[in-house]
């Protein structure tokens, strides 16, 4: 077992892994942060991504290890309090999910693409995008939700 | 994923010193070809050596023609430097279509080339570019170090410190991508170099990345697509899976080939 310390959602935490234990494994099944989702558990479908020191990656395809000492930003701490941040509220307000499995990942993702360039086409928002996989909704909702959440967060600069 | 022993390097001697003392020690770069792997118990190492925390194998610098890329710098890195951009626009693109954007945070260039998946896109950059590969023990020059299906010329305890690659006077990158994987089905490099044309291409060989001979003699006479209707002699064995047979390989190295040379100007 190896002691795994980083930052998650601005809070220090700590846990006993064995080295082989991914990080995903370790914000749901340590941690208890359930809101990261595994869904291929093989980089396709993104439904496992987070932010490790301010960078979008595939927490299935990234160990605890390689992550200790980083700033990890999960789903659960992009909200303020009860205040959804604008992205989240861009997905409910556009119906940009359906079953919602994907959701967090497409969110974390989406947040990371317009922080880089607020002022993507939608054709860009899809490439950006094209490490996330949606079984329910076509995507058009999607787009239009990250188009939307770009411009409520240009809105709240 | 079997259980193994984890060391983070805090330099390249000391992860060489960890290769050395393990009984079969993996090299992990960015991980995203590893981590698959170790998860389908394809390998299984007795101890994994983490270059993440050796900051002098990341970056780029820009001296006179020769652009020098860091090791462990991410596909991110390279598509998004304004120095690789200006300098080889033809890499910076091809890092910008590597798997996907999360992919691209965490994979290195290293890390591609020293696995040298027979589709990857990397190797077709080094060998069409001709380019250096810097270890900690010497210098390989591209078109000795790809070896074959996953095999390099590195040696069991040597690792790569950075790509060396000459500016080209032009030159571009045509990748026709698996719609599922990104990986390239055919990928082709055309680099007009101060010494002549290269043509690399990835995603086709049976044994990975290689030169087009009769391209580049084709070229280098007329550097036109229409100077690439001819017949791909000496061509070694290609790929035949389940993408696509080897005749269709064959075609896409045409038709890609093509389309780079077009899109060079």
Known sequence: MTNVSMTVNGRPVSADVEPRTLLVEYLRENIGLTGTHVGCDTSQCGACVIHVDGKSVKSCTMLAVQAAGCEVTTIEGLANGDDLHPMQAAFRENHGLQCGFCTPGMVMSAVDLVTKNPDLTDTEIRDGLEGNICRCTGYHNIVKSVRAGSNAMKAAE | ?265
Not at chain 2, 98 to 118: E, F, K, W, Y
Not at chain 2, 232 to 261: C, F, Q
């Open chain 2, 1 to 265: 994923m079997y259980e193994f022993n984890y060391h983070k390097a805090s330099s390249v001697s000391d992860a060489e010193q960890a290769l050395r003392n393990a009984s079969d020690g993996k090299i992990v770069a960015g991980g995203q070809t590893l981590l698959p792997t170790l998860k389908q118990r394809l390998a299984s190492p007795s101890d994994l050596i983490d270059l993440g925390g050796c900051s002098e194998l990341c970056g780029i610098s820009v001296d006179g023609d020769t652009v020098t890329i860091g090791a462990m710098t991410t596909h991110a890195m390279v598509a998004n430097s304004a120095e690789v951009q200006s300098a080889i626009p033809a890499l910076a693109g091809l890092a910008s279509n590597i798997g996907d954007a999360q992919v691209r945070n965490l994979g290195t260039i290293g890390g591609s080339i020293a696995n040298n998946d027979p589709a990857a896109d990397y190797p077709a950059a080094c060998l069409g570019l001709g380019a250096v590969i810097v270890t900690d023990k010497r210098e390989i020059v591209a078109d000795d170090f790809f070896t074959g299906l996953f095999e390099t010329a590195l040696d069991e305890h040597e690792i790569i410190t950075a790509i060396r690659f000459p500016k080209p006077e032009k030159a571009c990158y045509q990748k026709f991508p698996n719609p599922a994987s990104r990986y390239a089905l055919v990928g082709v490099m055309v680099a007009k170099m101060s010494s002549g044309v290269r043509v690399a291409v990835t995603g086709a060989g049976a044994d990975g990345v290689f030169r087009v001979d009769a391209f580049e003699s084709a070229l280098d006479g007329s550097f036109s697509a229409s100077s690439l209707d001819i017949e791909m002699v000496h061509l070694p064995d290609l790929l035949e899976d389940i993408h696509g047979s080897p005749g269709y390989r064959e075609n896409l190295i045409r038709v890609m080939g093509k389309r780079a040379v077009e899109a060079c100007g």
